[in-house]
């Protein structure tokens, strides 16, 4: 089997399987207005209606195209994107050979088990972003649009270790790109396949950003860019024509309406999300305390690591420990000024004996909160609180492709993230939680 076409396949299937009913209720609509009802036989309508003449049926033809639906704009502004970022990898793995790849000088300093993995895991990350581009493009067309095609390209790398710098930068616009559309989008179908998007460009960008040398995580909130911010970055690699007015929104667009049809308030998603802030924060403190930086570093789990990765992994630690803290004060603080009351920090019980088994938690907690923050957001109506929130949820993701690294596991193991309802990540959280 072809892995590439198998990625694409199943991240086609991930994003439109949200979309589905409102794609065939979409089919119902055009199919429904030349439907004869239930009931009528094709005799009983020659006998009863006057037949059209030839003229009359081709303005009725005309007359009745479906519009596109609102996020066409958006979807096709995240298609350019990708598009771009499809093109990227493949021509950069054409342009050089793996050999090439694992001896850029941009990896010096790491060790053989880094620079061996980096070939396979841009091969991963050229598979997602190919299976992005068939998604959005089916969705697009699903929603009565024309997908946008992709450019041509120049993008001005001519070593390997310059072909890593531009997919770092790439990768993290990518990140700031989706922050910036995904307020705008009006279907919470789509805004949900979208935030799993969102949180694997994270896992890409934290990846590269370690292998060119800078933190993988650099703040406790992603920021957000606009359209013509990202498109202005995007555009120093187009050579061909654009069209911008694919990527006009109308004044007349839908209001963004992401409230679930249920009680769940925004101070309930918030004091959900702060249970599992508090919860990582205690466990980060707590692990840090009982570990010295020498003990981390000599993990058996981190043993067929270089000097290069297994020196940094304490300041790492420690800053996404600083996170976790941050986004408690920040969750706190929103909960008191929509007026409720902030839940308090429980008492645990981790499980973890050795440094190895902290590092195992650590990776199952970060890929826990990716998948619900992803599960939780697209409900939260507060414009501010949605973007905040989508803004930690990419930096949980690359906390999770970091520890996911650092346990021999792939940094971005789907094409898109999955998310987990409320009730499936309290019941995991529970498991630590002693005394609430």
Request: aromatic share 6%; proline share 5%.
């Amino acid at each position: 089997m072809n892995p590439s076409a198998d990625t694409s396949d199943r991240t086609r299937r991930a994003f439109l399987g949200t979309t589905a009913s409102l794609s065939l209720a979409a089919l119902a609509g055009c199919a429904g207005s030349g439907d004869s009802d239930a009931g009528t036989t094709e005799t009983d309508a020659m006998e009863t209606e006057p037949m059209e003449t030839e003229t009359e049926m081709m303005e009725t033809e005309t007359e009745t195209p479906t519009p596109p639906a609102d996020d066409v704009p958006i979807l096709n502004y995240a298609l350019t994107l990708e598009h771009l970022e499809n093109a990227f990898y493949r021509e950069g793995l054409e342009t050089f050979s793996d050999d090439e790849l694992m001896t850029a000088d941009v990896l010096a300093d790491f060790g053989e088990r880094v620079r061996m993995e980096v070939p396979d895991y841009l091969r991963t990350v050229s598979e997602h972003e190919a299976a992005h581009v068939s998604a959005i493009s089916d969705t697009v067309e699903q929603l009565n649009g024309t997908p946008v095609k992709e450019a041509e390209y120049d993008f001005g790398y001519e070593t390997p270790s310059e072909f890593l710098a531009v997919a770092e930068a790439l990768e993290n616009t990518g990140v700031a790109a989706y922050a910036g559309a995904a307020p705008k989008v009006v279907n919470n179908d789509v805004l949900a396949a979208a935030a799993g998007i969102h949180s694997v460009e994270a896992r890409h960008a934290a990846f590269l950003n370690l292998v060119n040398g800078t933190s993988p995580f650099p703040a406790a909130v992603d920021e957000a860019s606009s359209m013509s911010e990202v498109l202005e970055v995007a555009g120093q690699f187009v050579t061909s024509e654009v069209d911008a007015s694919v990527y006009e929104l109308d004044d007349d667009r839908a209001t963004p309406d992401r409230k679930a049809d249920d009680d769940t308030s925004d101070v309930d998603v918030l004091n959900y999300a702060l249970t599992l802030e508090h919860l990582e924060n205690a466990f980060y403190r707590e692990g840090l305390e009982t570990f010295s930086d020498d003990e981390l570093i000599e993990a058996d789990v981190l043993s067929s690591f270089g000097d290069g990765v297994r020196t940094i992994v304490p300041d790492h630690i420690r800053t996404v420990g600083d996170h976790e803290a941050a986004h408690v004060t920040a969750l706190s603080d929103t909960v008191e000024k929509l007026g409720g009351t902030p839940v308090e920090e429980a008492e645990y019980d981790f499980g973890y004996e050795t440094p190895s088994e902290f590092f195992g938690v650590a990776r199952a907690l970060e890929n826990t909160g990716v998948a619900a923050y992803k599960g939780a957001a697209p409900t939260v109506s507060n414009d501010q609180v949605f973007s905040a929130a989508i803004g930690i949820h990419s930096v949980e993701a690359r906390h999770a492709a970091m520890l996911n690294e650092l346990n021999a596991e792939s940094p971005f193991p789907n094409g898109v993230d999955e998310p987990q309802t409320m009730a499936e990540v309290t019941e995991i959280a529970g498991q630590f939680i002693v005394e609430n």
